[in-house]
């Protein structure tokens, strides 16, 4: 039984739809979406969460910040490295 996602992984659950190359780039995305992420402040693995669409915040430290839709930190973290979400 355990053979039946063996290639497409994560994105199995779409069963025999969408074409196997689609399936493949969802299995991409969703394993980066799903990975445990380490917060960029605080150094933290595991604590990263997504708020929504490009908002992740850090449960151990609190900070918010804006990142990429699927990652929290994209290509462009090397020209604008910390750019944070404060709410007073």
């Known amino acids: 039984m355990g053979r039946r996602t063996r290639a497409v992984g994560i994105a199995g ?15 991409d995305i969703l394993s980066k ?11 933290a693995k595991g604590t990263v969460y997504r708020i929504s669409t490009g908002i992740w915040a850090c449960r151990k430290c609190g900070v918010k910040w804006a990142g990429g839709a699927y990652i929290p930190r994209t290509g462009l973290n090397k020209y604008f490295p ?5 709410e007073e």
């Open 33 to 43: 979406r799903y990975a445990p992420h380490t917060c960029p402040f605080c150094a």
């Open 82 to 86: 910390k750019i944070v979400i404060r």
């Open 13 to 27: 659950r779409y069963g025999a739809r969408y074409g196997s190359t689609l399936r493949k780039k969802v299995r």
